[in-house]
């Protein structure tokens, strides 16, 4: 169902993901709200290359082993001018093990990603398609991961909403 009164509550911080992700201030002023669909929130911004538009949830329950853990979210992104289409990412809210991977689990199907910093990304086109096709057809996502301490956290994300929000940044960066 989509919700297009008023943003979700993490809006204001996905502006703050979004400096963290590209390329500074100028990147926040233009961030554009498509729309609000249950559990994921649509958004578009322009930069040099193009139109770039993703989708954000944070998770409904997450592991606080971390006294100043920072936010936490699970992306898809859209980047027409790069061929870039449909690209998974974890921002962790901790710096992640070196050389650790973050597993996702979704209907009892298992996918792997790999670390850097406090993000992890699919390896690769293939692995993107399939996660989103899961995330699309899933009501639930877990995403374990390793921290740079060695705590292990399990954050669970609703699907609720996912497609639509898929549909809704696809058709935005004109792309299938």
Not at 90 to 107: C, D, T
Not at 138 to 166: E, R
């Amino acid at each position: 169902m989509e919700n297009t009164s008023h943003p979700s509550p993490f809006f204001a911080a996905l502006i703050l993901v979004s400096l963290m992700l590209g390329s500074g201030p100028a990147r926040a002023a233009n961030q554009e709200l498509i729309a609000g669909y249950t559990d994921w929130d649509a958004l578009a911004y322009d930069e040099k290359s193009g139109k770039v538009c993703y989708m954000a949830s944070s998770p409904q329950k997450f592991d606080d082993k971390y006294s100043e853990r920072r936010n936490i979210y699970f992306l898809v992104t859209n980047r027409k001018a790069e061929k870039s289409i449909g690209v998974v990412s974890v921002i962790a809210g901790y710096v992640y093990k070196k050389e650790s991977s973050v597993k996702l689990k979704i209907s009892g199907k298992e996918f792997e990603l790999f670390t850097n910093d406090d993000k992890a990304w699919a390896f690769d086109e293939k692995g993107d398609k399939d996660v989103v096709k899961a995330m699309k057809r899933g009501q639930k996502m877990v995403v374990t991961g390793t921290s740079a301490s060695d705590a292990t956290t399990a954050d669970t994300y609703s699907l609720a909403g996912f497609s639509a929000a898929y549909d809704a940044i696809g058709k935005a960066c004109d792309v299938k």
